[in-house]
C-alpha cells in the first residue's frame, strides 16, 4: 500500500512538472502571433476535431484539460486519505485511455493501471499466503496437540509398564523364596522318612 501511495505521489509530482512547461513559439510564424505547440500536444489538438463552436459567452475548454482531468481525478481517487478506490481509479486511467488515445498523459495512465493491476495481485498473494499461513498454523497446533497426546501415552505405557515391572519382579521373587521354602521342606520331610525307618 505504500508502495502504491509512493508511486501516486510520484506520479503526481510528475505531472505537475510536465504542466509547468510552457508552450514554446516557432520564429517563423511569430510575425502572425501564433503559438506552435510541441509535438505531442500538437498531435491531440489534430486529432481532436472541433465539433461545437465556441459560444461568444462562454470559453471553449482545450482538449487537454479533459485528459489531464480525468488524469488527476484518477490520481484522486487513489490518494484519498481515508480508502483509496482504485477499481474506479483504474476505470477512470482506462477511460482516458480510451477517449484520448494520443494523449500525452497516456504513459502516465498506462502506468498506474500496471501499478493497480501489480498492487491488487500483490493484495491477492498475499491473502493467499495469510490463509496458507492459517492453514499452517492449524496444521500445525493439530500437530502438537497429537505429539502431546502421543507423549502422555507414552508417559502412561512407560508407567504401567514400570508398574507391572516391579510387580512380576516381586512374584518373582515370592515364586523364588516359596520354592527355596519347598526344597527346604522337601528335604527336611526326606530326613523324617529316614528316621522313621
Known amino acids: 500500500m505504500r508502495r502504491l501511495r509512493r508511486a501516486v505521489v510520484f506520479f503526481a509530482l510528475l505531472i ?17 502571433n501564433e503559438t506552435v505547440m ?3 500536444v500538437e498531435k491531440m489538438a489534430i486529432e481532436k476535431p472541433a465539433l461545437e ?10 482538449p487537454a484539460v479533459e485528459d489531464i482531468d480525468l488524469l488527476s481525478e484518477g490520481i484522486a481517487l487513489l490518494s484519498r486519505p481515508d480508502r483509496p478506490d482504485s477499481t474506479k481509479a483504474r476505470s477512470v486511467f482506462q477511460s482516458l485511455l480510451q477517449r ?19 498492487a491488487e495481485a500483490s493484495r491477492e498473494r498475499n491473502l493467499q499466503d ?5 492453514e499452517a498454523r492449524v496444521e500445525q497446533n493439530r500437530l ?7 507423549r502422555q501415552m507414552i508417559r502412561e505405557l512407560t508407567e504401567r509398564l514400570q508398574a507391572e515391572t516391579a510387580a512380576l519382579t516381586q512374584e ?10 519347598l526344597k527346604l521342606l522337601e528335604i527336611e520331610l526326606q530326613k523324617r522318612e529316614r528316621m522313621i525307618r
Open 172 to 181: 518373582n521373587d515370592q515364586l523364588k523364596k516359596d520354592l527355596q521354602r
Open 38 to 40: 510541441k509535438p505531442a
Open 100 to 118: 484520448f488515445p494520443m494523449s500525452r498523459w497516456r504513459p502516465a495512465a498506462e502506468t498506474f493501471i500496471r501499478l493497480i493491476d501489480e
Open 130 to 134: 495469510r490463509l496458507h499461513l492459517d
Open 53 to 62: 463552436k465556441p459560444t461568444e459567452g462562454r470559453p471553449q475548454v482545450p
Open 16 to 32: 505537475l512538472a510536465g504542466c509547468a512547461t510552457a508552450p514554446t513559439v516557432d520564429k517563423k510564424k511569430e510575425g502572425r
Open 144 to 150: 502438537l496437540k497429537e505429539n502431546d497426546g502421543l
